[in-house]
């Protein structure tokens, strides 16, 4: 592999990702629990040359020996739960619209702030009404991942489905410049902080592993 890694690499840590922050299910279970979302979790790492702390093992054995019990997809959902979209406060907030507000220092409004419709506007502009396969609101944390991926797959030369404009009619003129500009303008905005807390105020051994390597990608995906 080059240095840069492939776009195909990128689409593959970034669906990781998206997996991974979403709000559990049977399939992340499972993974978990076989130790398949660790092995991944490592193989795409080494392919990408990302440098994972001793940490990362830790946890994601931690992870895994806790998804194998009778109460583990429970755990997990009660974690996310807790983290990212209690009603309440969360400890760590998994949309950008809350983040964002924040440092504007306006009340957080869940799908009208200027923001999330920012988000909701690049997404169009690049044929999608939303990040596929998620009923997720459109800047939570894992839509966003998972348009990242939709990109890079494009940028990697994937087959695009129907109503997916011409490269030239892309955010700066193609799928790679766009992965680029929502990056900016959004991922670099938010995410590297969500995942800073997200490492400091999780209870359970998944989300840390998670964390450590949403930081690490961050850290090393560039142009």
Known sequence: ???????????????????????PDD????ALASGDW???????AG???????????TYAQEAQE??????GLDILRGEATRMFISPYKP?????ETMWRAE????????????????????YRSCGLKGAEGTND??????????????????????????????DEDFPGGSPAAAYYAFKSQHIDKWVPRFSAKMLKESRTPFFKATSILLTAWLEADSE
Not at 9 to 15: L, P, R, V
Not at 103 to 122: Q, S, T, W
């Open 137 to 166: 609101p459109l800047d939570h944390i894992g839509s966003e991942c998972e348009f990242m991926q939709f990109l890079a797959c494009l940028a990697a030369g994937a087959q695009r489905p129907e109503g997916v404009p011409a």
């Open 47 to 57: 392919a990408l040359n990302l440098s994972l702390p001793e940490e990362f093992t």
């Open 27 to 30: 399939t992340l279970a499972q």
């Open 91 to 95: 400890a760590c907030s998994g949309y």
């Open 103 to 122: 440092d504007d220092g306006v009340k957080p409004l869940l799908f009208v702030n200027k923001h999330a419709m920012a988000v909701e506007r690049f």
């Open 1 to 23: 592999m080059s240095i840069t890694p492939t776009w195909q690499m990128k689409a593959t840590i970034w669906e990781l990702l998206a997996v991974s922050l979403r709000y």
């Open 66 to 71: 806790l998804a194998k019990g009778e109460d």
């Open 38 to 44: 660790t092995q991944a979790a490592l193989e795409i």
